[in-house]
């Protein structure tokens, strides 16, 4: 009969360890695959494994898409090259693999999936727990945020021991892939944390909370978001930074309810907070605007507030003052004409279609505009603009 080899059994249980951590191939490699990845800016790109070595790090990923689309994988020397990034260090690309020699990868004729790899700088780790895949594209510079480095079993762990990044970094992944109840329940460990930490009216306490407002949103928990929303709403004064947010995911809340006035009237009270601290971008104007556009066209014809045109904000060029001229974005819903003057009564111009962008000359000295709208014969209060 065979000895029993206590050596055995403890390399047995060494590389069971090991490969439950992750896929350790030796000592100087390690590897994760798929990833948990907390946020993702791309529909074509997908991390399948990476692989941690002394001297580099390989992300091999997936370029897939479903329609006629093009990826140029700059090479590594360039400045726009791919690179890693944690916190604020940059790790720079330092190869690629099986990229076409003319660094374009394209998809002609539909669905076509290419397989490569990213080669960066080494890192420790053993320390170093997450990083970012960046690309510095201006519309997406950020192509995957919070890579964990290891396992998904692993990430649960270390969430369920209190690891706050595994924790938010579980969240959105959860969320991210449609798996809410997990998402709720990974969102509700780091919330107690942050409440132990930091008390429930601190800025990142509210942001988390937000996001699961926003998750019972998606799950269509009205009742639940609302009732959530509007709790920690009544507890924050009006200059909070985080009130904001809150009349616009409120506002969110009330038009998927089918309250379209409500709505309106949330959206209206963000952009007015936002105005108070100077904060406002025409991006914002614009996709504010968008979400009212669709409230107001979904009001009962009775209503007073459809009656009316509504003027939902303007964003200034302030550098065109001093040139003689002011150049505004003028957001506003169920206008065709608009009038502006630097008179309240309006007797020196006429009545023009609305749009957007409009450029108007200035009187040396003028501080205020007035503008008002019409559709028909249902026209605006007059407001007065400050420049």
């Known amino acids: 009969m065979p000895k029993f080899c206590p050596s ?11 490969l439950g951590k992750g896929q350790a191939v030796s000592s100087r490699e390690y590897i994760v695959n798929q990833p948990i990845i907390a946020g993702q800016n791309t529909d074509v790109l997908e991390i399948k494994r990476i692989v941690c070595k002394k001297d580099s790090t390989w992300l091999e990923l997936d370029f897939t898409c479903f329609e006629p689309e093009g990826l140029f994988v700059n090479p590594a020397d360039s400045a726009n090259a791919f690179r890693l990034k944690y916190k604020d260090k940059f790790l720079p690309l330092l190869s690629t693999r099986s990229v076409p020699e003319s660094r374009h ?4 004729d539909g669905q076509v999936s290419y397989q490569f790899a990213l080669g960066f700088a080494g890192i420790d780790y053993d320390k170093i727990k997450y990083v970012d895949l960046c690309a ?27 690891d706050t ?5 579980l969240a959105r992944y959860f969320q ?3 798996n809410y109840p997990k998402a709720e329940f990974f969102f509700e460990l780091y919330l107690k944390k942050l409440n132990r930490l930091y008390g429930s009216k601190d800025v990142r306490y509210l942001s988390v909370t937000q996001e699961i407002i926003k998750l019972y949103l998606l799950r269509m928990e009205l009742e639940k978001a609302e009732s959530l929303c509007t709790s920690l709403m009544q507890g924050l004064y009006s ?14 809340i009330y038009q998927t309810k089918g309250a379209h006035h409500e709505a309106i009237l949330e959206y209206m009270k963000y952009l007015q907070l936002l105005e108070k ?46 040139q003689g001229v002011v150049l505004m974005k003028i957001f506003a819903v169920g206008a065709d004409q608009m009038i502006i003057s630097q008179n309240p009564d309006f007797v020196d111009t006429d009545w023009r279609p609305y749009t957007i962008k409009e450029i108007v000359p200035l009187e040396i000295g003028t501080e205020r505009l007035f503008i008002k709208f019409r559709f028909g014969t249902a026209m605006s209060e007059t407001v007065e603009i400050n420049l």
């Open 8 to 18: 055995l059994l403890f390399v047995f249980l060494l590389l069971n360890h090991l």
């Open 165 to 169: 990044l595994a924790q938010i970094s």
């Open 105 to 108: 990868l394209n998809c002609q």
């Open 239 to 252: 200059a909070h930074p985080s009130l904001p947010e809150f009349h616009s995911i409120l506002g969110d």
């Open 136 to 162: 510095f594209f201006p519309e997406k510079p950020i192509l995957f945020e919070g890579i964990l480095l290891c396992t998904a079993k692993e990430a649960e762990k270390n969430a369920q021991d209190g």
């Open 277 to 322: 601290k100077g904060v406002v971008k025409s991006s914002v104007y614009s996709a504010t605007t968008n979400l009212i556009q669709y409230s107001y066209g979904q009001l009962p014809n009775q209503d007073t507030l459809a009656a009316k045109p509504l003027l939902v904000g303007i964003a200034i060029n302030k550098k065109q003052l001093v």
């Open 176 to 178: 991210r892939t449609t």
